[in-house]
């Protein structure tokens, strides 16, 4: 009989029960290490499984992500084995994508502000700074938006205004990206697409 | 990719040029080694000695920036030994149409050049025409004005010798990789040509692609399985990016951004929409006019009529000419004419050309909003070295972005293949997805701008903006939507009928008089009528066995997974290759992949129809006069060379490059002071400038600084050891780094000349970790290809000496 992977590691976990022969004298060390092992299997057990695609190369490898009920964090990320172009591989990059999560230390997880001419980051709420993004973006707009070009013809651009990226970013994010900027004008408009 | 990468396990022979397949887009080489599990050929060719030679059946090297003189070498080949398929060149490409009596080529340029203006008038660049307006054609291919008597006229100059003196290839060499490739010109065989940056970042980028194109379809590898011509692309959604056009030539659906002389919409419909006198081609361009509409309903909604031209004037325009794109964009914040910058998720003090140029550039902004998930050298640009941020009055944003993992939304691969995925947690702390941060800060503009007024508010206020959940958050499904598209009033089309509301099931329902909306036409089709989203499917049916797997997500366009398909079969719609069935003409039907066009096949001489839809004549272009720099490539040398003079012509450049004059652009060609050639690439461990794979402690140790790559001759000459720190050294700037001493590289013998190639990787940056060095873009030049003003990253000059 086929084994899958996926069915051997829960199969695995009912190897918890050796624990009661501590009760007879034998070292259970390496049951107790095993059983840690075991209890972080569990974990993937019981955690909810989503899909997702590698963020890295454009081969879109499928990944499976499992997420701890209890934390509501990502405990381990690996390929999908369903997936028909990587069937469950992944290269070094994909294979470490769980260290683009909270896992990671150096994760931005505040909204940091660099005050002209200071040398540091300040924290700030949100509302604060995307007020104050507003307003710069409204104000170099209007000192400088060109209604019609020297011809006298309607350009509705403004040029002292410009926006890259992403190709890193999901398909409907980058729309939003691109009806922002058409909207406010923006025609200094680029990304990794071209470099 | 016209193919996608399942299918390259399909290839007889592979095709590897301008790509480390197997270093950077690691998982296509499961696909290859199926492929030569089944007996195919790999052939790589590559200035270094990679990993990917190391899996290729024949690897081989040229001097960077030499593809075309390598390639119009096979074109020759092909012709003279008769090793096009010939049914297919005839009948599918335009080698049989004669050009005009005027049209020319002579050292190096072709008719119609202006050197004052750096510019071709491409008025001769056409085909004779007959009464009725369509190109006249001698099957025979024998007329010496037809395409393919004066393809064979124009690459008769890149005999062995000439290419070898250009390439530093030996003569062995490109005998056997023209033999081993063009022994897929027949009917029974697949080849593939797979690229990537290594053809892109040159100055003459559009032709060394063009060349492999033209290669394909002499071959008659376009449309089947295992053929194509397969670009890699490098980032995970560059696809989708480029799709939804964050550019500033095109809008979404590669509609052309829009000129400031095309007053109306009707000026600018009539501009893109090509005509074809000829009934045999679909000429599909012509539907555009409903794809404009539908964006413009997408974007302005209600607030798009008939009467405002459905809000055409509210669309930026260009002024005619104008060059927007990115080498202009760091000069002119350079200059200091643009005030503020919006980066999302990209590194451009890392990634740009003359890294110092660019870095001084951010100075003289006065507001810099990123967005990204882990800090980098652009965000902290203020804090570079050798700046004092006490002098810098920028002020900077960095907003916290959700990961990949920790959205909701879809990506479309290399493949075309539009993959959904799901949010697996929530993004940690106040960071949140850029699409929430897009929709709080246009909510906000349009606030300010109902309250205060301001400049032409109209294009703000008016844009639909209801892409928000219950709860206020960004919806990607809602965005998604309307991206494929919606019908905005009951409408029957033939004789179906449509619901208001419901979903466009294709972009061949898309109406141009405002009663459909669609984001992107391309898209259309990505959800079902019923609203079901097709791009979630995981169905791993694959009814014809070739690996389509149709059911499978969704593919652009229509789901079509191998695009210009009916270029596989004959005339009367039977396979070239039984044994590779992608589509026939089966009792009346097409079977198989998503036919690239409904129509019968061309034998029905009433209703069949070209199989290249998306040209205006039907057929593929051998004669390409679409291009700025010449209907047929030819070798032009990289900005900054090695050589004193071009072998093939007296032209030494691409007579279209976009050339910067500032001192801090300044190039040196031919310069003792500068005498290796250098070329730039990635490496697996790390990706691109390194800004989210830097932040990775497992990826770091086994890629943990910046080196450069030498071979064993040139480390003797330079009395360089291996793991000795070293000075790299261009025109316009300098880094420290190890050096690596390998026999990855060898010297080339140009002629006479001896010329030594260096590699290393820009993974690297200045911000973390402390001591990994920094960005090899330094050294590159301010240099863009004529076409679309892609850098030149990948061929330009340097010294390496001992520190």
């Known amino acids: 009989m086929k084994v899958t992977r996926r069915e051997f590691l829960v199969g695995s976990g009912t190897l918890i029960g050796g624990l009661t022969l501590s009760s007879l004298g034998i070292n259970l060390e390496p049951i107790i290490a095993y059983a840690d092992e075991m209890k972080k299997i569990d974990k993937v057990r019981s955690a909810r499984q989503s899909t997702s695609i590698c963020c890295y190369c454009a081969v879109g490898c499928g990944l499976i992500c499992s997420t701890d009920t209890k934390t509501g964090k990502i405990i381990n990320i690996e390929g999908d084995p369903e997936h028909p172009i990587n069937e469950g591989t992944l290269c070094a990059k994909g294979a470490g994508i769980f260290q683009t999560t909270a896992a990671n230390e150096h994760r931005l997880t505040k909204v940091l502000y660099r005050a002209p001419y200071s040398d540091n980051w300040q924290e700030k709420t949100w509302d604060w700074a995307i007020t104050r993004i507003a307003k710069n973006i409204k104000a170099t707009r209007d000192a400088s938006f060109i209604a019609k070009n020297s011809k006298g013809q309607v350009v509705n651009r403004v040029e002292t205004i410009a926006h890259m990226g992403s190709s890193n970013v999901d398909s409907e994010e980058c729309w939003l990206i691109t009806a922002m900027a058409r909207s406010l004008g923006i025609v200094y408009i680029d990304h990794q697409a071209r470099v | 990719m016209t ?88 009948n599918y490409t335009n080698a049989s149409f004669i050009v005009d009596e005027r049209f020319d080529f002579k050292d190096g340029l072709f008719s119609g050049y202006d050197p004052t203006t750096r510019k071709y008038d491409k008025s001769t660049w056409a085909y004779k025409k007959d009464a009725n307006g369509i190109p006249e054609k001698d099957f025979t291919l024998q007329n010496p004005r037809c395409v393919f008597q004066l393809l064979k006229k124009h690459y008769s100059r890149y005999d062995l010798e000439k290419v070898s003196s250009i390439t530093g290839t030996p003569v062995g060499d490109l005998k056997t990789v023209y033999e081993m490739y063009s022994s897929t010109g027949v009917k029974d065989k697949a080849g593939t040509v797979m690229y990537a940056l290594g053809q892109t970042q040159h100055t003459t980028a559009v032709q060394n692609i063009r060349t ?125 004419k643009i005030k503020g910058l919006i980066v999302i998720a ?89 699409g929430d941060i897009v929709i709080r800060m246009v909510t906000k503009l349009k606030e300010l701008y109902k309250k205060e007024g301001g400049a032409t508010p109209e294009p703000i206020l008016n844009l639909k903006w209801d892409y928000a959940d219950e709860k206020g958050r960004f919806d990607p499904l809602k965005v998604a939507r309307t991206v494929n598209g919606y019908f905005l009033e009951d409408i029957t089309i033939g004789d179906k009928t449509y619901k208001k509301g419901e979903c466009v099931p294709s972009f061949t329902l898309l109406q141009a008089d405002g009663k459909t909306s669609s984001g992107c036409w391309i898209n259309s089709g990505s959800f079902a009528q019923d609203g079901t989203n097709l791009m979630a499917r995981r169905k791993k049916d694959d009814p014809t066995g070739l690996g389509l797997y149709p059911q499978w997500s969704w593919a652009w366009p229509v789901n079509r997974r191998i695009i210009y398909n009916r270029a596989s079969v004959d005339l009367s719609g039977k396979p070239y290759n039984p044994k590779r069935p992608l589509l026939a003409w089966v009792d009346g039907k097409w079977v198989g992949d998503v036919p690239d066009g409904p129509w019968p096949p061309m034998e029905d001489t009433k209703n069949g129809k070209y199989p290249f839809i998306m040209k205006p004549d039907g057929v593929s272009s051998l004669f390409g006069p679409g291009l700025g720099d010449g209907p047929f490539p030819e070798h032009y040398e990289p900005l900054e060379g090695p050589m004193a003079k071009n072998l093939l012509s007296s032209q030494m450049n691409s007579p279209i490059i976009k050339i910067f004059t500032k001192e801090c652009d300044k190039y040196a060609r031919c310069d ?71 026999t990855r590289f060898r010297p080339f013998k140009c002629g006479d000349q001896i010329i030594h190639q260096v590699g290393m990787t820009y993974n690297y940056g200045w911000l973390f970790p402390r001591d990994c060095g920094d960005t090899a873009n330094l050294l590159t030049p301010t240099v863009g290809e004529g076409n679309t003003g892609t850098p030149e990253y990948k061929a330009f000059m340097v010294n390496v000496k001992k520190v």
Request: aromatic fraction near 10%.
């Open chain 2, 3 to 90: 193919n996608h990468w399942i299918d390259l396990q399909h290839s007889d022979v592979v095709l590897i040029q301008g790509s480390n397949a197997a270093e950077n887009h690691p998982i296509s080489f499961k696909w290859l080694m199926k492929a030569k599990e089944r007996g195919a050929k790999i052939i790589h060719v590559d200035p270094r000695f990679t990993r990917t030679s190391a899996r290729a059946d024949f690897h081989t090297s040229l001097r960077s920036g030499t593809d075309i003189a390598f390639l119009g070498g096979m074109i020759k080949y092909i012709l003279e030994n008769e090793k096009y398929f010939k049914d297919y060149v005839v």
């Open chain 2, 212 to 336: 492999l194109c033209m290669i394909q379809l002499l071959l008659g590898n376009i449309g089947i399985c295992g053929g194509g011509v397969n670009a890699m692309r490098g980032e995970p959604n560059v696809q989708g990016s480029t799709d939804f056009a964050i550019l500033s030539s095109y809008i979404p659906g590669y509609l052309p951004a829009p000129q400031a002389s095309l007053k109306t919409l009707d000026e600018y419909l009539k501009r893109i929409t090509p005509k074809s006198a000829d009934p045999r081609s679909a000429n599909w361009q012509q539907n555009y006019p409903k794809y404009m509409v539908s964006l413009l309903k997408a974007w302005y909604g209600d607030k798009a009529t008939k009467e405002n031209d459905f809000g055409y004037s509210w669309v930026p325009k260009l002024d005619d000419g104008q060059d927007c794109t990115i080498l202009n964009m760091i000069d002119n914040m350079y200059e200091k």
């Open chain 2, 346 to 434: 990209q590194n451009p003090t890392v990634s740009l050309p003359n890294a110092d140029k660019v870095r001084e550039a951010m100075t003289h902004l006065d507001w810099f909003v990123h967005v990204n998930i882990f800090d980098n050298e652009t965000a902290s640009f203020w804090k570079g070295p050798g700046l004092d941020p006490k002098k810098i009055k920028t002020e900077v944003f960095l907003l916290p972005a959700a990961a990949s993992v920790e959205k909701q939304g879809s990506q479309a691969n290399s493949g075309r293949w539009v993959q959904w995925k799901y949010e697996a947690a929530k993004a940690p702390g106040d960071a949140i997805y850029t």
């Open chain 2, 672 to 742: 003792p002071r500068f005498p290796f050639v250098m070329t730039t690439y990635s490496s697996t461990e790390h990706w691109c400038t390194g800004a989210i794979t830097r932040w990775q402690s497992w990826l770091t140790e086994a890629q943990p600084q910046v080196y450069v790559e030498i071979s064993e001759e040139l480390a003797q000459i330079q009395g360089i050891k291996n793991g000795e720190k070293v000075k790299v050294e261009s025109a316009r700037g300098s880094l420290t780094c190890v050096a690596m001493v390998t």
